[in-house]
């Protein structure tokens, strides 16, 4: 019997596990398999071994792992892969699958935009976007954000798209952030490129607040978050999982 398994990142912030968690809930509804569970890569219950046996207790003798995950780096390549390998250990009768991060996508490109427009502040001629990743030691990270901000400024013409990191390779965030304020910047629109409300957007709030940007010139967005867009891409992965 097919079973899907959902991991999410984890968070310390309850609100963050809260929005995870009842994203997925709606991507249960949409798709028509009695099997399928929640588990966690970290800080939250249940991780993916526990998830895994959820799973198996309930009949399952095939298990798709989809994650939920911007982008492929270290989770993906490596993190998530030996969790199956140990579940592939203690359930050699079960078949496990394991699909593909969100990746670079149209749909998340127009939810970056419409992080600015929701704003509702007009965007001048030369305005900027600063776009800010989780970060990883990988550096195929920084190449995807790098497309991302080329997609992002192609698209909806803006005089600049650049992105940050809040750890690991590519340029820090907090550089980043020193640097535009030693420049006439118009405009800046900085927009978070993470899907929970975390830890990390707490930090990023604080750090701009530190360096006490102009609030009219320097807007701080909210997070890609769990909307439609970010919901349609999930089924997709999901679909091509299942469809393997």
Do not use: W
Not at 99 to 123: A, N, S
Not at 161 to 176: I, N
């Amino acid at each position: 019997m097919q079973a899907i398994l959902y991991v999410g990142h984890g968070t310390r912030v309850k609100q963050g596990v809260e929005e995870a968690i009842q994203f997925i809930e709606n991507i249960k509804k949409e798709i028509n398999i009695d099997i399928q569970e929640i588990s966690f890569l970290e800080l939250v219950e249940p991780d993916i071994l526990q998830g895994v046996k959820n799973c198996v207790e309930r009949g399952a003798t095939k298990i798709a792992i989809v994650p939920l995950l911007l982008l492929t780096a270290q989770h993906a390549k490596e993190d998530i892969p030996a969790e199956i390998e140990k579940a592939r250990f203690i359930y050699p009768h079960v078949q496990f699958t394991f699909g593909q991060p969100f990746g670079i996508h149209d749909k998340l490109i127009d939810t970056i935009y419409k992080r600015i427009v929701e704003q509702q502040i007009d965007i001048l001629q030369d305005a900027e976007v600063l776009l800010i990743g989780r970060g990883s030691s990988d550096t195929a990270v920084v190449r995807d954000m790098l497309e991302i901000s080329e997609h992002v400024q192609k698209k909806f013409g803006f005089h600049s798209v650049s992105a940050c990191f809040l750890y690991g390779a590519g340029p820090a965030f907090h550089d980043a952030l020193e640097m535009i304020k030693k420049r006439n910047v118009k405009q800046l629109f900085i927009v978070p490129y993470l899907l929970f409300s975390g830890l990390l957007s707490r930090g990023i709030e604080k750090s701009i607040k530190e360096l006490q940007f102009d609030s009219s010139r320097f807007i701080l967005c909210a997070s890609l978050g769990y909307g439609e867009n970010v919901q349609q891409v999930l089924l997709e992965r999901v679909q091509e999982l299942l469809n393997k």
